[in-house]
């Protein structure tokens, strides 16, 4: 005969089974989330998108300057160091500069103050949503994993969209600026891996800036925001 204990933690077992959102579910009601607050979300896009935008252009503009000194040698090292590089002699490589390391990292951590605030106030809007989706058997775990996919959605998108623009903005600005060099014979690659790499730190961001507000929202108590006004 079982004891009253080990029926007691069957049940509960078998109720957690009962409580099962499809990972196809989840993303199409982020997605429809997500459409439903088109402008807030198109804001917290733009900050992530003038962040990545920036690191992708620092990064494809050392990127290129890299690759002007590979071709040109200490004819393009002048250039490269007037306009703020610093080179390496013991790597013999380019780098960028301290002022737009500390530029990049300020405007990151701004990208994601941004964030943290926009989903902040999103739980806020959503309490009675929650609270209803609590109240129908949603797990912790089932609120969370919809605020991380809306955050992906957003991060995809908006980490995209900076990366490319960037990197356009780079190679633009390196054709007019190193006119006296000749910019067609710098290999692409470098300037792609640039771009993936502001890309998956985008993602990254908007990923981490959603998880303390994700959690907020997943511990809340079904019974006391049903009662609330907002």
């Not at 797990?139 to 623009?165: K, N, S, T």
Request: charged share 15%; with cysteine.
């Amino acid at each position: 005969m079982p004891m009253p204990g080990t029926a007691k933690r069957h049940k509960q077992l078998e109720i957690s089974r009962q409580i099962v959102l499809p990972w196809k579910k989840s993303a199409e009601m982020a997605y429809n989330s997500l459409r439903i607050r088109f402008f807030r979300s198109l804001i917290t896009t733009f900050s992530l998108v003038l962040a990545i935008a920036f690191l992708s252009y620092t990064l494809t503009n050392t990127a290129i300057a890299g690759e002007l000194y590979s071709l040109y040698g200490n004819l393009a090292l002048p250039l490269l160091t007037l306009d703020g590089y610093v080179f390496d002699k013991a790597e013999a490589v380019i780098k960028a500069g301290p002022k737009d390391i500390w530029l990049i990292v300020l405007s990151l951590l701004v990208c994601t103050v941004g964030i943290v605030n926009a989903q902040l106030m999103s739980v806020t809007e959503r309490f009675r949503e929650i609270g209803i989706m609590k109240c129908l058997g949603a797990l912790d775990r089932i609120i969370v994993r919809l605020f991380l996919i809306e955050a992906l959605i957003l991060g995809i998108m908006g980490a995209g969209c900076g990366g490319m623009l960037g990197m356009l903005a780079a190679w633009v600005g390196s054709i007019v600026h190193f006119d006296t060099l000749d910019c067609s014979k710098i290999h692409l690659l470098p300037l792609f891996t640039q771009v993936l790499l502001a890309w998956g730190i985008g993602i990254g961001l908007s990923v981490l800036g959603v998880l303390y507000p994700a959690i907020l929202a997943a511990k809340l108590q079904p019974v006391i925001v049903m009662k609330e006004e907002y």
